[in-house]
């Protein structure tokens, strides 16, 4: 079981991983069109970074200043902290929880540096309690859970199955064997789904950072989503 | 009043699919939706009301998205509960922000200028408002 989940499953989750993002980036770009000359100067009058000449005069550090400040979640603070923090960690998690950094070392001859036991333990802490308090928020805010489907309630909990089951694997709650592989199939299933559903936002949303031009993009935006 | 202004009374079922089908980047957009909410606080509607139906993810997801959820089955009163989010509750400012990117006023106007076809729009003569 183990050997299977480790050897052609993994495979074929990685690439449908990759896959999946680059059919994604594809649509994105197909589905969305070039800023008209029109709309391009339009823009100037109401948002200043449609102003080339101020743009350009801005350094990287200013261009994030500027779209934070400019960003609605200013408004949200809290919100915007525990998101960015959950975000980031649950990518940084994975990389660099010491076991992975085995195996990876083990399959590749490559190795790759990793916390310490103890800090993986408080990220996988941190990022359930996190995923707790999103649900908690879909379930009780009035104008979220109007807007949240069944299918929007699953998404966190995939996410926190193979921190969950990890968790329990490497503390050895319960049955070690089943725990492991429940976390296996749990952290393939979610890297598919980081490819073809809603959950690949995580990386998605650096492109609308990239490409579209608003008020809140940190790069000057040359495409809209959406015709 | 509930009545459509023209003597339609029917939806084009096929006319419809066709326009849904043309329409691969709204049906898209709408997928990339993660229901965070925060598009809510930018939308001046909402934050004078506080009507959960009036976020703009709800009045998109409801009127776009309702139509490609039911693709061939939609109806006549499903179009006219839809002016009122989408006429009664959006002026198409434009101002609201999705973090995604997703140009919810463009998907908004795309609901209205179908229920538009088939007869269903403001009027005036009921309503200042127009709804």
């Known amino acids: 079981m183990y050997d299977f989940l480790m050897g052609p499953l993994l495979v074929i989750s990685i690439i449908l991983f990759f896959s999946g993002i680059i059919y994604k980036l594809y649509a994105l770009i197909r589905h969305s069109k070039s800023i008209s000359l029109i709309s391009k100067y339009r823009a100037i009058s109401s948002d200043h970074l449609g102003n080339d000449g101020i ?18 979640l200013k408004s949200n603070l809290l919100f915007l902290l525990l998101t960015s923090i959950f975000h980031l960690l649950v990518i940084v998690t994975p990389i660099g929880v010491h076991a992975h950094g085995i ?3 083990h399959y590749s001859g490559i190795s790759v ?6 800090i993986a333990d408080t990220f996988t802490v941190t990022i359930v309690l996190f995923i707790t308090i999103f649900l908690l928020r879909r379930l009780f805010v009035l104008s979220v859970k109007r807007i949240t489907s069944l299918y929007g309630l699953m998404l966190p909990i995939i996410t926190a199955l193979p921190f969950v089951s990890g968790f329990m694997a490497y503390h050895q709650v319960g049955n070690y064997d089943l725990m492991i592989s429940l976390h ?19 990386m998605f949303i650096i492109f609308s950072k990239i490409f579209i031009r608003s008020e809140f993009s940190v790069f000057k935006g040359f495409r809209q989503w959406g015709k | 009043m509930d009545e459509p202004i023209n003597e339609l009374s029917e939806i ?15 049906k898209f957009l709408l997928s990339y939706c993660v229901s965070c909410g925060l598009c ?18 709800y009045k998109m997801l409801n009127s776009a998205g309702l139509l490609y959820k039911l693709n061939s089955n939609v109806r006549y009163d499903h179009l006219i509960r839809m002016k009122y989010l989408i006429w ?11 973090p995604m990117g997703i140009n919810i006023p463009s998907i908004i106007a795309f609901a209205r200028s179908i229920c538009r076809e088939h ?13």
């Open chain 2, 12 to 26: 084009d079922q096929k006319g419809l699919k066709k326009i849904l089908r043309d329409r691969k980047d709204i």
């Open chain 2, 88 to 98: 009664g509750k959006c002026v198409l400012c434009g101002r609201c922000f999705c």
């Open chain 2, 40 to 57: 809510s606080e930018t939308c001046f509607y909402y934050k004078n009301t506080k009507d959960p139906q009036s976020t703009p993810s």
């Open chain 1, 103 to 105: 195996l990876f070392y």
């Open chain 2, 119 to 131: 007869g269903i729009c403001e009027n005036y003569e009921n309503h200042p408002r127009g709804i």
């Open chain 1, 184 to 202: 296996l199939i749990s952290a393939q299933v979610l890297l598919v789904m980081l490819g073809w559903s809603r959950l690949g936002h995580i």
């Open chain 1, 55 to 72: 743009f350009k005069s801005l350094n990287l550090y200013d261009r994030l200043l500027l779209s934070f400040q400019n960003s609605r």
């Open chain 1, 113 to 118: 540096a990793s916390f310490s036991d103890k």
